[in-house]
């Protein structure tokens, strides 16, 4: 494998790293913020929108409300089981 392609999957196993801790505290607090999972996983706010879009697009989570009254829904765990809530 050439560098890029090392690069590359070394990029999708940390944002599935991410994205993994990013439902994790989903399931922890459905009420929290873009900003605060910021915090907690110390990556920037546009890192946590990007890792939020691929789990809109691939049906693990959906947001409800309104952005300052709203909250997180797991949908799918990542073993694409519906959770039950």
């Not at 009420?31 to 990556?43: A, C, D, Q, R």
């Not at 939020?52 to 909250?71: A, D, N, P, Q």
């Amino acid at each position: 494998m050439g560098k890029s392609s090392e690069k590359s999957s070394e990029k999708e196993a940390s944002s599935e790293k991410s994205s993994d801790k990013i439902m994790n505290l989903i399931k922890e607090n459905p009420k929290i913020t873009i900003e605060e999972i910021s915090g907690l996983l110390n990556i920037t706010t546009r890192a946590v929108e990007k890792n939020l879009i691929k789990l809109k697009t691939k049906g693990l989570v959906e947001r409800f409300g309104s952005r300052k009254i709203g909250y997180w829904k797991i949908i799918y765990n990542k073993n694409g089981e519906a959770e039950s809530r």
